[in-house]
Nanobody
Framework: QVQLAESGGGLVQAGDSLRLSCAAS????????MGWFRQAPGKGREFVAA????????RYADSVKGRFTISRDDAKNTGYLQMNSLKPEDTAVYYC???????????????WGQGTQVTVSS
């Protein structure tokens, strides 16, 4: 129904900032809650952040709380993950996901982007 495409990943140094974007097409993002997940080599997919349909309720993994901010701009049909004070342990492929449900559980999301690589050097 909805297609998602992440962008904005790249190679940065520890302490730097990066903003990931998740552009939706096919359906309006306004009909979906969205989440961000990440997967480092050899590890499972880890919850990062989620935002509800209204954009007024959010949840964050403890590991990113205070550093990352999830947001959405439904007029632009785009979700964002602002990442500040990046650490080497943030290195992973980052995926955006969407579902009518507001959840932190990866397997419950029906729609996923292709992922974008974030690499943080020390």
């Amino acid at each position: 129904q909805v297609q998602l495409a992440e962008s904005g990943g790249g190679l940065v140094q520890a302490g730097d900032s990066l903003r990931l974007s998740c552009a939706a097409s096919g359906r309006a993002l306004s009909g979906y809650a969205m989440g961000w997940f990440r997967q480092a080599p050899g590890k499972g997919r880890e919850f990062v952040a989620a935002i509800d349909i209204s954009g007024r309720n959010t949840r964050y993994a403890d590991s990113v709380k205070g550093r990352f901010t999830i947001s959405r701009d439904d007029a632009k049909n785009t979700g964002y993950l602002q990442m500040n004070s990046l650490k080497p342990e943030d290195t992973a492929v980052y995926y955006c996901a969407a579902d009518p449900r507001y959840t932190t559980i990866a397997r419950l999301y029906n729609y996923w982007g292709q992922g974008t690589q974030v690499t943080v050097s020390s």
